[in-house]
């Protein structure tokens, strides 16, 4: 099923229209309370009558991608009246969307998630493709299924609350993404500089390119089994490694930036590159 994606200032208008079109019922919003106090009068402005008002809240950062987050949001769900003519609103980052796509996946065996993403690194790729998961003891994001969004809304101005430190980690995943594309690589010598600055304009322009590039690929290989999806791991192997044994202390982008410069220096060491 192909996923709609929307880009822009703003774009968090006009939701109610957009998640009937998809499903008439009840609809639920998990976020954090820190992203819902930042974002949700965003959502909620031009009245979203289909959303339910009273949101489910998870931690922020990994803590939300537990087995007991998971059972908390499926009980509070069904509890509350999901039912399957409904769906699920992800508002918030990559750790957001991954539990609340994977609620959706499990909740009445299946129902529609629309993902929200409010940082660079979720605009540009974690909420676009499928992929939700919690973490396990062994790992990361090892119990999960794919569970493909109906739509993803970018409302460009939630990423202009991102701390720096956040913005560049969402910067790490953009520079991946210009990597698998001729294109979009030799575009980034013109967004280099109004990246850096966060210029609205560069920053859609990038989460746009970034997301079509992601799109191709989910559409070529949706459950990675060609082989295809897998370049869009780029800098994962070691940067998930990185990650887990730092006890999450560097975020998603910066063990992905670590990633990218190890399997760069691999290129060049043993494929000549």
Do not use: C
Request: hydrophobic fraction near 45%; charge should be positive; charged fraction near 20%.
């Amino acid at each position: 099923m192909k996923t709609q994606v929307v880009v822009g200032e703003g774009a968090l208008r006009g939701m109610d229209a957009r998640l009937g079109r998809i499903a008439p019922g009840r609809w639920f919003l998990i976020s954090s309370k820190k992203i819902f106090n930042l974002h949700g009068s965003k959502l909620f402005a031009g009245g979203v009558e289909s959303l339910d008002p009273k949101p489910l809240f998870v931690p922020d950062g990994e803590a939300a991608k537990t087995w007991s987050v998971l059972g908390r949001l499926l009980q509070e769900l069904v509890r509350r009246g999901l039912r399957r003519d409904g769906g699920i609103v992800a508002l918030g980052g990559g750790t957001v969307g991954d539990v609340a796509g994977l609620a959706a996946a499990l909740a009445l065996r299946g129902v529609p998630v629309v993902q929200a993403p409010t940082t660079l690194l979720a605009a540009s790729d974690s909420a676009l493709g499928g992929k939700t998961a919690v973490d396990l003891p062994l790992g990361k994001n090892l119990a999960g299924a794919f569970h493909a969004p109906r739509l993803v809304v970018v409302d460009t101005s939630t990423l202009e609350t991102l701390p720096p430190r956040a913005y560049r980690s969402g910067l790490a995943e953009v520079v991946k993404t210009s990597m698998l594309d001729a294109a979009f690589y030799r575009a980034m010598a013109r967004l280099e500089a109004p990246l850096a600055a966060r210029e609205p304009g560069a920053v859609a322009d990038a989460v746009r390119r970034s997301l079509g590039v992601k799109a191709r690929a989910v559409a070529r290989d949706p459950f990675e089994r060609t082989g295809e999806r897998a370049a869009l791991n780029l800098g994962h192997t070691l940067g998930h490694a990185l990650e887990t044994a730092s006890g999450h202390r560097l975020q998603h982008g910066e063990a992905v930036a670590w990633g990218l410069l190890a399997a760069l220096r691999l290129s060049v060491t043993r494929g000549g590159l």
